[in-house]
């Protein structure tokens, strides 16, 4: 057996030769003790589901939904199997689209097998667009405090990035099934609540990728006001002071607007973030 479960979703508008860099990617792992829990979303495309069901490795645990209900569902569903599971101590994350770097694995679990008060370790990314092209490298805050502080403005996690224990699931909950892209912000807050402690290593051990509809999908008035009604929620109970929920609000109205105007203020700000 093994004490790590990864868990990934794949959907119907998946393409298949990102499906194929992000699998290979897992699969190449210097760590290589490890379950993949890989689940479809609903139909998928049959040149994606051809690609999987060929795999001939052990490892891949494949699973399948009738209809397409979203990631927190997909991933709480992967859950609910990892968790009867009482070897599986740590959790990795995975998304359909993105390449973790082949040493990722044995430097996330190294460290948490030697950090015992860390329960959710993430790390330093690049950013890709769909030809793979490099966009930006990104420094995230190493130690819990820093972390902390950043959640109540900006994501403390790329969340496909990250491996955590399986206590946060057991003392945090599963990911929540009504926000809008959301559901690791969430779980980042309730894990907060239960005093986890986060950290990143200061290496570039993923590549996210962001394709043309990146900010598409995260902009427009019902994803601008359900960013600040989902904060607002998880700021209360944190016990936030007012001005971060002021924070909270702007940043809602900012994603309300086109998404060419967030595009361009990322490539002004990115350098300095």
């Not at 891949?60 to 599971?85: H, P, T």
């Not at 890709?128 to 819990?144: A, C, F, T």
């Not at 599963?174 to 290593?201: C, H, Q, S």
């Not at 936030?240 to 607007?257: E, H, R």
Request: proline share 4%; charged share 25%.
């Amino acid at each position: 057996m093994t004490d790590l479960a990864v868990i990934m979703s794949v959907y119907r508008n998946d393409k298949l030769n990102f499906v194929k860099e992000s699998v290979q990617s897992i699969l190449n792992q210097t760590y290589g003790q490890f379950h993949y829990h890989i689940i479809f979303d609903g139909p998928v495309a049959s040149d994606i589901d051809n690609f999987i069901t060929s795999l001939k490795d052990n490892r891949i645990k494949l699973f399948r939904l009738k209809k397409n209900g979203g990631l927190a569902g997909a991933l709480n569903y992967l859950l609910e199997i990892v968790l009867k599971n009482p070897e599986y101590s740590l959790i990795a994350r995975m998304d359909a689209d993105d390449i973790s770097s082949p040493i990722r694995f044995e430097k996330q679990r190294g460290f948490l097998l030697n950090n015992e008060d860390i329960s959710i370790i993430g790390c330093w990314y690049q950013e890709i667009d769909e030809s793979g092209k490099h966009l930006s490298d990104r420094k995230l805050p190493v130690n819990h405090e820093a972390l902390k502080k950043r959640y109540f403005i900006r994501a403390p996690f790329a969340h496909p990035s990250v491996m955590y224990r399986r206590q946060l699931i057991e003392k945090s909950g599963f990911y929540p099934t009504d926000t809008v892209l959301m559901e690791d912000n969430v779980l980042w807050g309730r894990a907060l609540k239960e005093r986890l402690r986060f950290a990143n290593i200061p290496e570039y051990l993923f590549k996210f990728r962001k394709d043309k509809d990146f900010y598409k999908r995260r902009s427009g008035f019902r994803y601008g006001w359900n960013y600040f009604h989902t904060k607002l929620k998880v700021n209360k109970l944190l016990g936030a002071p007012l001005y971060i929920n002021l924070i909270s609000f702007g940043i809602g109205v900012f994603k309300m607007l086109p998404f060419f105007f967030q595009k361009q203020w990322y490539h002004l700000s990115r350098k300095k973030i």
